[in-house]
């Protein structure tokens, strides 16, 4: 067997040209079937670290996304009753009232318009969310038009940068700081006080209630706990499993629309390495010839061709793997489609998405090369040496 991979990684190198080119139509493929992968992985993450453990949501039963929920506030004031909420230092529950609206706001340099979502916050809403930290300037102070921007948002659209202004809700609000949420989804978000928010917008209700668990395994005995209050009509769920199934639509759009570009790249891919072995059968029957007289059997010469078909799909999807990983310094936005809002991410690359796309190429090349090599098998002796 070792000697088979000598032969056939000699003849690789032999004709540079042919592979490199063949090679390289490999790793267009493998590029594009990786950064598929990589562009919802990123997103899948991106959404699940938004959730804290430990923490809980409470929206309205039925509801799928943040937007689609109300909860009032008679329904909020039961809820932080719950002996299942943590404590903080000064024996308030660590519980917070949010409400979630959608703005239009201008992007930079483009003036192209697109939704951001606002986010409306309490007071223990920072201490729930510790991934989330301020960069510049400060938080804004509860009971006024002050508002600070998630770093993605300040970056790309006007007026949400620190000391800039926004217009909204018919009131005029300051960007008193920028926040840092590292890869998470708050990173595209505009926070300011759920109670002003709610003025300014008329509304009568928050969207969800924020709590953290005074156990870690305290979930199901929370839930429980709210279910047997017949007022209330209201879902609880892990926050991380929350902002987890908030991935799942846009995640399988991207995964399903890279694999149909990949399966039609792929077969073109796919032609070029047979064409690849075809040309190189051709050009070595004499050589087959003499491995045959030398006494080497049918399947060893099958198997030495089709090593170097998998040498050849390796050789690509290694290219096209290394290309893709250059896409993790890039972030790109678009709109989640369970809130409507842009949602600025990145491409995550994983080991697991790396084992894939260097297999793909390897199946890429094995299906190109297994008929030329079993062409090369079937190749008599007396023919091959004749041809010589």
Not at 160 to 169: K, P, V
């Amino acid at each position: 067997m070792a000697l088979l991979a000598s032969y056939s990684l000699r003849n690789l190198l032999a004709r540079r040209m042919t592979t490199a080119l063949t090679a390289g139509g490999m790793a267009l493929v493998v590029f594009v079937f990786a950064a598929a992968l990589m562009l919802a992985e990123g997103l899948r993450s991106t959404l699940v670290q938004t959730g804290s453990s430990g923490n809980a949501l409470v929206l309205r039963k039925g509801s799928k996304s943040e937007i689609e929920s109300v909860v009032d506030r008679n329904a909020a004031a039961l809820v932080e009753t719950s002996a299942e909420i943590a404590k903080a230092g000064d024996g308030a529950a660590l519980a917070a009232r949010e409400v979630v609206v959608l703005i239009n706001l201008a992007k930079r340099g483009t003036g192209e318009a697109s939704n951001v979502l606002l986010r409306g916050i309490g007071e223990k809403s920072l201490a729930l969310r510790p991934q989330v930290r301020m960069v510049a300037g400060r938080m804004p102070r509860f009971g006024s038009s002050e508002i600070c921007a998630g770093e993605g948002v300040a970056r790309r659209f006007k007026g949400a940068g620190l000391g800039e202004t926004l217009r909204f809700g018919m009131r005029e609000w300051t960007v008193v700081g920028i926040f840092d949420a590292g890869a998470t989804g708050f990173s595209s978000e505009i926070w300011g006080d759920a109670d002003q928010f709610m003025s300014a917008f008329r509304r009568g209700a928050y969207t969800l209630v924020l709590v953290k668990l005074a156990r870690e395994d305290g979930l199901a005995a929370f839930r429980q706990s709210l279910e047997a209050d017949p007022r209330l009509q209201l879902d609880v769920k892990a926050e991380s499993a929350f902002y987890a199934e908030q991935s799942e639509m846009m995640a399988k759009f991207l995964r399903i629309l890279g694999m149909s570009l990949t399966a039609i790249f792929s077969i073109g891919a796919m032609i070029g390495a047979m064409i690849t072995m075809h040309a190189a059968v051709a050009g070595r029957t004499g050589e087959i010839g003499t491995l045959r007289a030398l006494g080497f059997p049918r399947r060893s010469i099958l198997w030495a061709f089709v090593l170097e078909a998998l040498l050849l799909g390796l050789l690509g999807g290694a290219v096209g793997l290394a290309a893709a990983s250059g896409l993790q310094f890039f972030t790109i936005s678009t709109m989640n489609f369970q809130t409507f809002a842009e949602l600025a991410f990145g491409f995550a690359l994983t080991p697991g998405i790396g084992l894939l796309s260097l297999g793909f190429g390897m199946g890429m090349g094995l299906l190109g090369g297994f008929i030329p090599a079993l062409r090369a098998a079937r190749i008599k002796i007396v023919d091959a040496l004749r041809a010589a």
